[in-house]
């Protein structure tokens, strides 16, 4: 008998089959393969060989942490405020003036209504300062004196951050929270002492010398000045040798159209007047929203006073003509800007 095929040891083996010797020979053996296949590994080779030759280029963001969301400036500076708060890292002058508080609290509600609201044009920025002290010396107005915030937001915004300093009325001052946010935003009391240091010190002063005759005149009397005082806007100018710059604001006088004064309530509540418009007191606090008037403020041109040196106070002539000289500009500035007025709200 032949003897069986074993064909797990992957040899071939010897049998007969009809009387011949037959050997069995691998189908696919080394050297047998197919064409197409062969082939294909031929090309699977190479492609691997290649692949592994070729640069490793990471996924894009597999093996990177996720950029992180920047600040905007607003919540950049609100951040810087509130730690500044918390450890006490600020400063405030002599006068109590809180510049950072000034910029990040009270200067951006001032500013929508400067923008929004009044929509408020300036002329003659150029004749701002960017340094040094300067006296600007303006027209009073509107029952709500509005119009001295409103002037501050242009001097700030205008001059590329500089704060105007106001002198204020001791009412101000005497005033519950008033006096004190007064104080913080930079504000003191109109005294030539106080001016005078400000002045010197290079910084941009405010003055409404009409007072409380200007910004509680009868809606009949609007754009008229009134009377500026003895001048002593012009002997503390004199004495710093720092020029004046007159400012004409329109629109302010038509925020709330004083029709009347109830003086007993006035003296109730220690005013210098308590007014009636065409809104107040018969509707209330709705009342006392101003008018979206349409404003314009103009920065004049400085009149020099270094020139006359600071013995020149104690000469009421010039005194008395350099104050004439700047009241005689604001006014006229006044009547040129309200010929050329076309509409109380759309100016």
Same mark, same amino acid.
């Given at each position: ?13 010897? =049998? ?15 050297? +047998? *393969? ?12 190479? *492609?691997?060989? #290649? +692949? &592994?030759?070729?640069?490793?280029? #990471? ?18 500076? &609100? ?14 002058? *002599? ?8 910029? $990040? ?6 500013? #929508? ?36 915030? @409103?002037?501050?937001?242009? !001097? ?12 204020? $009325? ?34 941009? !002063? ?9 910004? =509680? ?11 500026? =005082? +003895?001048?002593? %806007?012009?002997? &503390? ?14 629109? $302010? ?14 003296? @109730? ?30 920065? =004049? ?5 270094? &020139?006359?040196?600071?013995? $020149?106070?104690?000469?009421? @002539? ?26 109380? %709200? +759309?100016?």
């Amino acid at each position: 008998m032949s003897r069986p095929y074993d064909l797990d040891d992957g040899e071939s083996e010897a =049998g007969t089959v009809g009387g011949a010797e037959a050997q069995v020979i691998p189908l696919h053996g080394p050297g +047998r *393969e197919k064409p197409a296949a062969a082939e294909a590994r031929r090309d699977l080779r190479e *492609e691997g060989a #290649a +692949r &592994a030759d070729a640069p490793v280029v #990471a996924f894009p963001g597999a093996d990177q942490p996720a950029p992180e969301e920047p600040l905007s400036d607003a919540a950049r500076s &609100a951040l810087g405020f509130i730690r500044d708060r918390l450890t006490g890292d600020y400063t405030v002058d *002599e006068f109590g003036f809180d510049a950072e508080l000034t910029d $990040a609290v009270f200067l951006p509600p001032l500013r #929508a209504l400067y923008k929004k609201w009044f929509r408020v044009d300036t002329f003659g920025v150029e004749n701002l300062p960017a340094a040094g002290g300067a006296l600007l010396v303006s027209n009073h107005s509107g029952t709500v004196p509005l119009d001295s915030l @409103m002037t501050a937001v242009a !001097v700030h915004d205008e001059t590329g951050g500089r704060h105007l300093r106001g002198l204020g $009325a001791d009412l101000v001052f005497q005033l519950p929270l008033v006096g004190s946010f007064a104080r913080k935003s930079g504000q003191t009391l109109a005294c030539n002492a106080d001016a005078e240091r400000l002045l010197r010190g290079g910084e941009l !002063v405010g003055v409404w010398p009409e007072g409380f005759k200007g910004v =509680g005149k009868p809606f009949s009397s609007r754009y008229k000045l009134q009377r500026f =005082g +003895r001048g002593g %806007f012009v002997s &503390a100018a004199l004495r710093a040798g720092v020029p004046i710059i007159p400012v004409s604001v329109i629109g $302010a006088e038509e925020i709330y159209p004083k029709l009347g004064d109830i003086k007993l309530l006035a003296r @109730m509540f220690g005013l210098p007047y308590f007014p009636v418009t065409p809104f107040f007191p018969h509707f209330g606090l709705l009342g006392a929203i101003p008018l979206p008037t349409k404003w314009s403020i103009e920065f =004049g041109e400085p009149i020099p006073t270094d &020139a006359y040196g600071p013995e $020149a106070v104690d000469d009421p @002539m010039l005194v008395f003509q350099l104050t004439d000289q700047v009241r005689e500009s604001i006014q006229q500035t006044l009547y040129r800007r309200l010929s050329q007025r076309k509409s109380v %709200f +759309r100016g």
